[in-house]
């Protein structure tokens, strides 16, 4: 095996070449912020991982002095109901028109046209709207995260759907099935692994527009709280809010696969039993 | 019970079927056979109800049949026939859950008990009680057809299309379906049009073997004539012998090039 493209790695030796760049990182971030706290003690821009954890502290396990909450916590709670109810209304009509474009002809004759051109429209751009519409409260961070992954959502469950063999179609119609027992029996069951990736997929999308639309107008959130804390240049709090909002984003897709893969065993690989 | 009358099929300039009459009685097993592209799928689907004639007509019992796949016309596919969604059992229990009105297609109390119990007398028939509970991702290709016939065959459907039903199966796996196939043929009075690209199987199979081909050709325009069937023949009182002329026939025809 003298050819790079032949060299495989070991498991053991796979997982040991996936840590170096993030020890090298780690350990370049570490020198540097020693390096710029020996010039300046009073510098902002690389805190040392004291100043994180400190930061840590005050945000997350000490009642603000202003208003008595734990914001880190309050943060995260606001930031995961908007992500959650946008994101988990968006997957519910993108299911709904996703799979009866998919499925009927006509309402695919009726809706695609408009479908294309939802999707096209960059949905930050419309953001402006949403405020004047729907005022600066829930509702509008709710609805733009809802318009800006709803229509892949929609348009990836219609190609899906479009993907079921027209054999099953037929058999079914053979059966006896009416139009309703073959979207709700063979349609739909066999699309849920489908949304739950497509929602998956859709997942960073929604972050990048929960953290926009509270920066630009919120009292609380975790994109709130980064952007007000860049004013003061508080590279303690903004890193260890980054580094949460990764592992939550990390977190939400890894629930997501697994409630697939516990929910459709048919739709495993290796086939299990039921 | 079906006429086929004066059919023809075409799309475009495209002639597929050409000026086909024929009557098929209740009970007879018909075997089509004929080379790739002579249209014998075509008319499977004029029967299924999935394309409609282009002129003549298609009846079933004196009356037109139905531009749309029912409950009357049980089929089974080469591939894709079964829902992967369900278990063996769910998929065969699916037959009379959409056979029911409604609209959602599930099936409750004393009707779903016993639509089980007709299930699993339906898989203990073919030979897939064993697997009731498994998902059709973990069965063999034999053992999916199996599931696919019991399915179409618990609508109770009077015809059964077959569209190269073992095409992608075993030899020996064939013969075990051959076997199958032939029992449920015989007990349930079906008739059967079986779509086959395998000249011995469609030789032994059935009653009656339809073979397509083209009886004009027009080589600036091979379009423009569609198949008919060339030979209809009767199978059950076959000799070994008029089977090896009937064999020699067809070898000057384009069905065996």
Redesign the interface.
């Known amino acids: 095996m003298e050819r790079w493209i032949n060299k495989r790695p070991s498991r053991a030796v796979s997982g040991m070449l996936g840590l170096i760049p993030l020890i090298i990182l780690l350990l370049l971030y570490m020198a540097g912020s020693e390096a710029r706290l020996a010039e300046n003690p009073a510098d902002k821009l690389l805190p040392s991982f004291e100043q994180f954890s400190q930061a840590i502290e005050r945000m997350a396990f000490e009642p603000s002095k202003r208003t008595g909450e734990y914001l880190f916590w309050v943060d995260t709670q606001s930031s995961l109901i908007r992500l959650g109810l946008g994101v988990g209304i968006a997957s519910l009509l993108g299911l709904v028109v996703g799979v009866l474009t998919g499925a009927l002809p006509v309402v695919r004759a009726l809706f695609n046209p408009l479908l294309t051109v939802v999707s096209l429209i960059p949905p930050l751009a419309i953001l402006p709207i949403l405020f004047i519409v729907l005022g600066l409260g829930e509702l509008s961070k709710v609805v733009l995260i809802t318009i800006g992954v709803m229509p892949f959502i929609a348009r990836d469950i219609q190609r899906r759907t479009q993907e079921i063999p027209s054999e099953q179609i037929i058999k079914a119609q053979t059966l006896g099935a009416n139009t309703s027992q073959i979207l709700l029996r063979i349609i739909l069951p066999q699309i849920m692994p489908r949304l739950i990736d497509a929602t998956r997929l859709s997942l960073g999308a929604a972050w990048l527009f929960l953290i926009a639309a509270e920066a630009i107008v919120s009292t609380d959130g975790l994109g709130y709280r980064i952007f007000l804390v860049r004013r003061y240049l508080a590279m303690d709090v903004i890193l260890p809010y980054v580094a949460w909002i990764t592992l939550l984003a990390f977190l939400s897709d890894w629930v997501l696969a697994k409630i697939s893969y516990l929910c459709f065993p048919w739709d495993r690989l290796d086939g299990a039993e039921r | 019970m079906i006429e086929i009358d004066r059919v023809w099929k075409s799309y475009g300039d495209n002639t597929v079927l050409e000026d086909i009459s024929l009557t098929v009685k209740e009970g007879e097993f018909v075997t089509m056979v004929g080379a790739s592209g002579c249209g014998k799928s075509t008319f499977l689907n004029l029967l299924?109800g999935?394309q409609t004639v282009s002129r003549g007509e298609l009846r079933l019992d004196g009356k037109p049949i139905v531009a749309?796949?029912?409950?009357d016309?049980?089929?089974v596919?080469q591939?894709?026939?079964?829902?992967?969604?369900?278990?063996v059992l769910d998929n065969v229990m699916?037959?009379p859950?959409?056979?029911?009105?409604?609209?959602?297609?599930?099936l409750f109390g004393a009707a779903r008990a016993s639509a089980k119990r007709e299930a699993e007398a339906m898989l203990e028939r073919v030979g897939l009680v064993a697997s009731a509970?498994?998902?059709?991702?973990?069965?063999s290709g034999g053992m999916r057809q199996r599931l696919?016939i019991a399915?179409?065959l618990t609508?109770k459907?009077r015809i059964l299309l077959l569209d190269e039903p073992f095409g992608a199966l075993d030899p020996g796996i064939r013969n075990d379906m051959h076997v199958l196939l032939r029992d449920l043929w015989r007990s349930l009075g079906l008739t059967v049009f079986m779509v086959t690209h395998d000249l011995k199987e469609g030789f032994s199979l059935g009653s009656r073997l339809w073979v397509f081909d083209k009886r004009r050709h027009d080589p600036h325009a091979p379009n423009a004539y569609g198949a008919q069937v060339t030979y209809d023949l009767p199978l059950s009182k076959m000799s070994e012998e008029s089977y090896m002329q009937t064999l020699q026939g067809l070898g000057s025809s384009s069905l065996l090039n």
């Open positions: 299924l999935t749309e796949p029912g409950p016309r049980g089929i596919f591939q894709y026939s079964v829902f992967p969604h369900m278990t699916a037959a859950a959409l056979a029911q009105k409604g609209i959602t297609g599930h509970q498994q998902y059709p991702s973990s069965l696919a399915q179409a609508a459907p």
